[in-house]
Every structure is written in structure tokens, then in C-alpha cells.
């Protein structure tokens, strides 16, 4: 089993930046893919960005890229999501994702472990 809480949304002007973390705990030692998802009100959950077990490997939606960047440090068992450009249309509750595969996921189905999510908020 492994446990991820997500941290550092809040509400924030457009074009300001915010850095969300996600904190990975219980069965760490396995090499994880990690994501972030979000959902807006009335919408469906998107994909936004993923990372390899190692770092070494990224993917981002396109409406993100250039704008956001997912990193992870493995020996603080920590995942971030580096949020700048902000934008009202980014608006939605963030979630991070842990799944065993260890590759660079888009889909939902493959991460097996979701956190409660953090709420951004972007105003105009």
C-alpha cells in the first residue's frame, strides 16, 4: 500500500505560480510512476502531468506544457508540480497518483494509488 497526501494549493491571481506537493508513504522502496490529475467543477478528471520512477522521464498535457513541471526527489519520497502562467481555465482540485508500473502514465487506470486532492483556484 502506499499513501499520498497532495499540499500547497490555494488561490492565486493569473499569470502568478504556485508549487503543489505530494507526499508518498508506505511502500515507497517500489519504484513508483507518479501523476497529477485535476478536475474541474462539472468536468471530468484530465490528466495534466507524469514522472518515471527515476525522474528521468516526463509527459504533460498539452495545455500545460511550458507552463507546469513535475519533478520528484526519491529520498524525500516527494513529488512536485510546479505551476507557473497560471490561468483561469486551471482552476479545478488536483490530485496526485502513485501507480507500480514505474513508467510514464497519462491514464488513470494505471496508477493504483490517489490522494484527497488540493483545490487551485486561479482568478481573473
Do not use: H
Amino acid at each position: 500500500q502506499v499513501q499520498v497526501v497532495e499540499s500547497g494549493g490555494g488561490l492565486v491571481q493569473a499569470g502568478g505560480s504556485l508549487r503543489l506537493s505530494c507526499a508518498a508513504s508506505g511502500r515507497t522502496s517500489t519504484r513508483y510512476a507518479m501523476g497529477w490529475f485535476r478536475q474541474a467543477p462539472g468536468k471530468e478528471r484530465e490528466f495534466v502531468a507524469a514522472v518515471n520512477w527515476s525522474g528521468g522521464s516526463t509527459y504533460y498535457t498539452d495545455s500545460v506544457k511550458g507552463r507546469f513541471t513535475i519533478s520528484r526527489d526519491n529520498a524525500k519520497n516527494m513529488v512536485y508540480l510546479q505551476m507557473n502562467s497560471l490561468k483561469p481555465e486551471d482552476t479545478a482540485v488536483y490530485y496526485c497518483a502513485a501507480g507500480a508500473g514505474g513508467g510514464v502514465y497519462y491514464r488513470s487506470l494505471n496508477y493504483d494509488y490517489w490522494g484527497q486532492g488540493t483545490q487551485v483556484t486561479v482568478s481573473s
